[in-house]
């Protein structure tokens, strides 16, 4: 464990020995992704199942006579590899070339000297320089002295640079978590960096190098993801094995009926094992994904990346989804509505003028209090700041010669203030009101506030100014100045849906030296303040946000909303956007930890929360008799209470999760367990934030969507350059279609093998098979033509109410199949048995070697197959609820026009060269070739009715009757269920103490 003391201690930096000892631990600061050559590339990918079944069937093939048809699939199978090969190359060149990170550092020795050395040969304990200019961060460092603005994109998706200070010298444990704010992280790019004296550098401590950064966790995490559990695909193997199952039933049957022919013991073989190449599809596993990638095309034309593709199909069972609300739900750019000042015992009216602050303490704060800088003398930094700078009429500014800033002020400063009027004067004028910003306290989440120490021109003494969450920075203040009706107005405010932030001042005492202002501690800084005001921002819903939720919520999806904001103004948000409905009750659930005399407790009280004097967030119960039975209840708790509760009452968790629809002054790490605790109730979540503070939200999540600037932003799944929420409703849309798309092409290559399969068992009956270009048709020109356009169809407008389904073991898939295969089986039998009783019919002479093409039973069953084919593919496209109808597919719908117009001609008119090749029999009956049309004709309209009963619920409603009614599989229904029938709970205004 290292202390932030002893990082500090580390600023002299390592010698030579023990650099050279470190590395022989820490090994080269470096993170090397693996470029394989071509060769060790093939070889794996030969290896992998799918191609070693692939050369098997090849080979087979080939003892078989099936010359051009092992020529076609051996073609494809190359040209397949190559393309594979070729594209994970590419993609680890790609990742190695973003990754890799060399350059020249200058770092402290021991002996007072300084090196410049490789990047690569960095180790923790070295001390480096961080240049004026900027770099790019080679490793996770912790900076000791300066400031600097970096710009963290790669790794959060945030597009505002942040603002980083020094390492506070204390004797606590350093986190890269818990001091983020003081660490500039590996592969984020500094834009400049200030030193706190003329004659000193910015300096950084190495604290973590190679994979251990942040950076190559990141990376690690790109290599190795973490595996998906979607249903979806474990089911598939599943039923990859049952196929299996059915080919060695088959293969059974065959050598039956092959030994009654006294067939060769190597036909026999060969025959059997041709079974298994059939029923089981080579082309499966990526026909599966051809779903996804149309889906992805389609988002990123809308400007949303994904960079994850199997999270696309999960994205079609999301049943619960988390937002942000500002910048997400609402305005990012908050505009300046007002302050109120603590008048004494009371609030003065609010003042939106600022012209009238003229030089008060509020006006100073709101001109100093912020951690905005200049890059290329243009204001960067947090939105927020720059309004309230804005709304003062100040400028930010560092052009001033050092002398003159040591002759204004006394001392170095990070940065002044101009008011309005010294705009176009020098400092010679006025100098009383400019304001030297010396030192700064960032924001940090988890403090819920920031701070800066200020200095006027002359011999003045030191201000400290205070903005944050109002209740935290009242507790902060001396009680007396903190208005007695601190309660009433921020309630008001709040509930008027307005973002307020609470302003305090404390005056240091003199005679404390530049050096000892930066080693003051921030707690012995921040207490005993003095209570300003309020400064009031408008918090505006974007114009999207209440169409989005509402027609989430009319698709029965739970929408919750995780704020790092006041309660009150996140509530009124809520029931403005609509995830609180008017005339819902919410429920507070107030927690407290445990102390010295009592355990932890909870209450749960029917109102708003309305902070108190102390800081923390009560109620005031509300007269009148509630019935929770008569409307839909939300629960609504802070992070304090979501702490207390998340780590005393698991059970109470659970209960709440289910209804908690407002969680506020949620911290980063908050929002993650809240999204991972949704998960074990079984949910599928998603989680829609624009990143930074929701990275760890983001990156938990079954499917995060960062709404980042960033393309190809690596803090969640998906990054949308839509900054709103209208992309949420794409990506589902997307997801459900993808879903849906690859169920349809998992049935229908299931079934393209059931009807080869009993093409072929019915064949083998007579020593028969099916030609060689035969097989080239079915499973180039047909299957492979739908498997690939069958996907193109887009997603419904509208989301439906209904979900679809997430497990291929479910009665209306496997329903499905069993319905059509077993129709499928009817109609071949049908068709072989009415050839055989024509009177032009001549039976084929039963070899024990071959049996020769072309026979009459073959042609007969290839026609009517060869439109099984066609009819499943479309009946089994359909659109609605989740997707478009099957017209809208243009290129799908030719295609299916095309091979219909081709199978009628085969069957009704062959030309004598196609004849040929396929080794059709001529026919001359027209009545029996039409016959085979009725034929396909009523395969068309009974699976079409097949299909229609099944997603009308006809399965279902026959399942119940015979199965018990079981209950849910999914932890949040049975618990819900639970709810349902305990109207009882939860009892209000009584105290529930941890066991």
Avoid at 293 to 298: E, K, L, N, S
Avoid at 794 to 812: E, H, Y
Avoid at 908 to 928: A, E, G, N
């Amino acid at each position: 464990m290292l202390m932030c003391e002893d990082i500090h201690k580390q600023r002299k930096g390592l010698s030579k020995h023990n650099q050279n000892k470190k590395r022989q631990v820490y090994g080269p600061n470096m993170i090397e992704v693996l470029v394989k050559p071509y060769f060790t590339l093939l070889v794996e990918e030969v290896l992998n199942p799918f191609y070693i079944f692939q050369i098997f069937s090849i080979i087979l093939w080939i003892i078989e006579e099936y010359y051009y048809y092992a020529a076609c699939i051996l073609l494809i199978s190359v040209i397949s590899i190559g393309i594979s090969l070729y594209q994970t190359h590419k993609q680890s060149v790609m990742l190695r070339n973003m990754v890799k990170l060399t350059l020249n550092v200058q770092v402290h020795r021991e002996s007072g000297e300084e090196e410049v050395i490789s990047s690569q040969d960095l180790v923790p304990g070295d001390c480096i320089v961080i240049p004026e200019d900027g770099i790019l961060v080679p490793c996770d460092v912790a900076l000791l002295n300066g400031e600097c603005m970096v710009n963290e994109s790669m790794l959060t998706g945030e597009s505002v640079p942040v603002m980083k200070t020094p390492l506070p010298i204390q004797n606590v444990i350093y986190s890269t978590e818990e001091h983020k704010r003081h660490t500039l992280f590996c592969g984020t790019q500094v834009l400049q960096s200030k030193s706190y004296s003329t004659d000193q550098q910015v300096l950084a401590v190495v604290v973590k190098t190679g994979f251990c950064t942040s950076k190559g966790e990141l990376i690690s995490s790109i290599l190795y993801p973490k595996p998906l559990g979607f249903m979806f695909y474990k089911d598939a193997m599943k039923f990859i094995i049952f196929l299996g199952i059915l080919a060695l039933i088959g293969d059974i049957y065959s050598i039956v009926i092959l030994e009654k022919q006294r067939v060769s013991v190597g036909r026999v073989l060969t025959r059997i094992l041709d079974l298994i190449t059939i029923i089981i599809p080579p082309a499966l596993p990526a026909a599966m994904t051809v779903g996804a990638i149309y889906a992805q095309d389609r988002l990123k034309k809308y400007g949303i990346f994904c960079i994850s593709p199997p999270r696309i199909n999960i994205c079609g069972k999301l049943k619960l989804i988390c937002f942000d609300k500002t910048g997400t739900l609402t305005e990012e750019g908050l505009d300046y509505w007002g302050v109120v000042l603590a008048g004494g015992k009371n609030f003065d009216p609010i003042i939106q003028d600022t012209q009238r602050l003229v030089s008060s303490r509020m006006l100073h704060a709101l001109a100093t209090c912020h951690s905005v800088t200049l890059l290329n003398n243009r204001p960067i930094g947090d939105p927020l700041d720059l309004k309230m700078i804005e709304s003062t009429g100040w400028t930010l500014s560092n052009e001033m010669p050092d002398c003159d800033v040591n002759a204004t002020f006394g001392m170095k400063v990070l940065a002044f203030m101009k008011p309005p009027l010294l705009e176009e004067h020098t400092f010679g004028s006025n100098e009383e009101t400019v304001l030297g910003i010396l030192r700064r306290f960032p924001f940090s989440s988890t403090l819920q506030r920031m701070s800066v120490i200020t200095k006027k021109p002359g011999n003045s003494s030191f201000e400290v100014y205070m903005k944050g969450a109002p209740e935290m920075v009242a507790s902060l203040c001396v009680k007396e100045t903190v208005p007695a009706d601190f309660s009433g107005v921020l309630r008001c405010y709040a509930k008027d849906g307005y973002r307020v932030l609470g302003l305090a001042y404390k005056t240091l005492s003199l005679g404390i030296t530049f050096e000892t202002l930066h080693t003051l501690e921030r707690n012995s800084v921040e207490s005993d303040m003095t209570f300003l005001g309020f400064l009031i921002m408008r918090n505006i819903l974007k114009p999207e946000t209440k169409p989005v939720i509402d027609n989430l919520i009319r698709a029965d999806f739970r929408t919750v909303m995780v704020t790092g904001d006041n309660m009150l103004t996140a509530l009124n948000v809520a029931r403005n956007c609509g995830m609180v409905g008017l005339t819902d009750k919410v429920i507070f659930a107030n927690a407290s930890p445990p102390s010295f005399d009592s355990p932890a407790c909870v209450k749960f009280q029917l109102t708003d929360p309305a902070p108190d004097e102390n800081g923390t967030e009560q109620l005031q119960q509300q007269p009148g008799n509630y019935s929770l039975e008569q409307s839909y209840y939300h629960f609504a708790l802070n992070g304090n209470s979501f702490a207390v509760i998340y780590d005393y009452f698991p059970d109470l968790l659970q209960k709440i999760l289910l209804r908690g629809t407002v969680y506020a002054r949620m911290a980063p790490s908050q929002k993650t367990q809240l999204v991972e605790s949704l998960q074990k109730l079984e949910y599928i979540v998603g989680m829609c934030g624009d990143g930074a503070n929701d990275c760890g939200a983001l990156k938990a999540a079954d499917a995060g969507i960062s709404l980042s600037e960033s393309e190809a932003s690596v803090a969640s799944p998906f990054t949308s350059k839509i900054d709103n929420i209208e992309c949420i409703p794409m990506i589902i849309r997307e997801g459900r279609a993808s879903l849906i798309t690859s169920f349809g092409v998992f049935k229908y290559m299931a079934m393209y093998s059931m009807i080869q399969f009993v093409s072929v068992l019915i064949l083998y009956t007579i020593n028969s098979n099916l030609g060689d270009w035969q097989y080239l048709y079915f499973d180039l020109v047909i299957t492979t033509t739908v498997a690939i356009l069958m996907g193109r169809t887009g997603p419904a407008k509208q989301l439906a109410a209904q979900r679809p389904v997430g497990s291929l073991i479910n009665i209306t898939i496997l329903g499905s199949l069993l319905l059509q295969t077993v129709l499928v089986v009817l109609i071949q039998v049908l068709a072989y048995s009415v050839t055989t009783t024509q009177s032009w019919f001549v039976p084929a002479s039963i070899s024990s070697t071959s049996s020769k093409l072309p026979n009459y039973e073959n042609t007969a069953l290839f026609c009517v197959s060869g439109f099984q084919y066609l009819i499943l593919a479309t009946v089994l496209s359909k659109g609605q609820p989740f997707r478009k109808p099957l017209y809208s597919n243009v290129l799908f719908l030719v295609a299916l026009v095309l091979l219909y117009t081709m199978m009628i001609f085969l069957t009704i008119y062959p030309l004598q060269f196609v004849r040929k090749i396929l080794q059709l029999m001529f026919i001359d009956d027209m009545k029996f070739k039409l016959l085979l049309l009725v034929f396909a004709a009523l395969q068309f309209f009974i699976s079409f009715l097949f299909e229609l009963a099944i997603d009308n619920g006809f399965l279902n409603a026959c399942k119940r009757p015979l199965c018990k009614k079981k209950s849910s599989k999914k932890l949040y229904k049975r618990l819900e269920k639970e709810l349902c029938y305990n109207l009882a709970w939860p009892r209000l205004n009584e105290i529930i103490y941890a066991e």
